[in-house]
């Protein structure tokens, strides 16, 4: 867990088109299910009443889609954004084979680069993929969260953290350190990529940094913790008088 995790665009792009063949297989069996339940739990933040365009931001292979899909109104648009080529081409397959939604697009883009690409819309979700953002990336997409929802518009963000509770945490990092490495090579991923993951998933701890960074983007924000700190999330909405930073 000593070496510095590699935030740079360029480097976390290549990491998740590598893993992208193993990624859903290996998180579904490391996360003993709670992957599910958070993803849903996110999701069931947020109201969808009234939506017409709704984000799922970092969207990997769209393992959210499921959850988010039945509560979005017959006329809303749900935009899945990826940076990652290798995740994409899985989730288009999804798109066209198990999931056939007229609703569902997909974007490429690095969320982190400044753009008028994307439309600000009513609701943002957006799971696991926090992480892989240093404290100055955190603070530079919450910027960029603030832009994407419209006035009235909320979003729901969740991360796996680190658990206050001792014996949580001893488990907590039999799972970063040696669980999640070995069912990647298990599963015929790459475990050093595993390995980093959780390197990334050490360093960032809990979400109250990000909670703060969109405290001061202008966001009336409110942290939650899921199964005893496991894993924490953001609920957030732009006030309707809100101007932009
Ligand atoms: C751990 S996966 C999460 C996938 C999915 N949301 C889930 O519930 O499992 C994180 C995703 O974030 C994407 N990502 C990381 N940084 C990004 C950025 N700057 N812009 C767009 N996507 C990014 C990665 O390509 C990866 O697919």
């Known amino acids: 867990m000593n070496q510095a995790p590699d935030y740079s665009p360029e480097f976390v792009k290549a990491l998740f088109d590598e893993m992208s063949v193993s990624y859903d297989r290996v998180n579904r069996l490391t996360s003993f299910g ?7 739990q996110c999701v069931e933040q947020l109201s969808y009443k009234n939506s017409q365009l709704v984000y799922d931001l970092m969207t990997g292979a769209g393992e959210v ?4 899909l039945p509560y979005l109104p ?3 648009k749900l935009v899945a954004v990826d940076f ?3 995740m994409l081409d899985l989730a288009k397959r999804k798109q066209t084979t198990s999931i056939q939604d007229s609703r569902l697009s997909l974007v490429q883009h690095d969320l982190l680069t400044a753009s008028d690409e994307l439309e600000p819309a009513d ?10 953002f240093s404290a100055e990336q955190q603070a530079r997409f919450a910027n960029r969260l603030q832009k994407l929802l419209k006035p009235g518009g909320s979003l729901s963000l969740l991360e796996i953290s680190e658990p206050e509770f001792g014996p949580l945490r001893v ?5 970063l350190k040696l669980m999640i490495p070995w069912l990647g090579k298990l599963l015929l991923g790459n475990p050093d990529n595993y390995r980093m993951l959780g390197r ?5 701890g809990n979400c109250s940094q990000m909670s703060e960074c969109l405290s001061k983007a202008g966001l009336k924000v409110s942290y939650r913790r899921y199964f005893f700190g496991c894993a924490s999330g953001i609920v957030a909405t732009r006030p309707l008088e809100s101007c932009s930073t």
């Open 34 to 40: 709670f992957s599910e339940r958070w993803r849903r």
């Open 65 to 68: 889609w499921p959850y988010l």
């Open 74 to 76: 017959a006329e809303a």
């Open 84 to 86: 990652s080529a290798g």
């Open 123 to 132: 609701q943002i979700v957006c799971v696991f993929g926090l992480k892989t």
């Open 171 to 175: 488990l907590y990092l039999f799972y």
């Open 200 to 204: 990334y998933t050490a360093s960032f």
